[in-house]
Nanobody
Framework: QVQLVESGGGLVQPGGSLRLSCAAS????????MAWYRQAPGGKQREQRE???????????NYADSVKGRFTISKDNAKSTLYLQMNSLKPEDTDVYYC?????????????WGQGTQVTVSS
């Protein structure tokens, strides 16, 4: 069973920066995709989480339009850690951020989630 532990959240002023980390209990090289999500406004279910950014094992990245040019997703296989560098933060970025890692074994997908880390952007 893979455990994911997020860190790096906190309170920051508008225009500030934060770097989120997601440390996996095992190697991340076997995961096909890794991603950061945030809870959609008013949403409580996992299915209502909004994709912020994702990265494949090959390093291809994808971003939500709302964060393009401000956020950067990256990974360090040696440290089994996924990152999200968040710059030029806005109050509307306030949310709980979750990391997710997915891999396929045979024909079955396995998805693992972290517990979430709160990001608050406020003056």
């Amino acid at each position: 069973q893979v455990q994911l532990v997020e860190s790096g959240g906190g309170l920051v002023q508008p225009g500030g920066s934060l770097r989120l980390s997601c440390a996996a209990s095992g190697t991340i090289s076997s995961f096909y995709t890794m991603a950061w999500y945030r809870q959609a406004p008013g949403g409580k279910q996992r299915e209502q989480r909004e994709l912020v950014a994702d990265i494949t094992s090959g390093g291809s990245t994808n971003y939500a339009d709302s964060v393009k040019g401000r956020f950067t997703i990256s990974k360090d296989n040696a440290k089994s850690t996924l990152y999200l560098q968040m710059n030029s933060l806005k109050p509307e970025d306030t949310d709980v951020y979750y990391c997710k890692m997915s891999k396929m074994q045979g024909t079955v997908w396995f998805h693992y989630w972290g517990q979430g880390t709160q990001v608050t952007v406020s003056s």
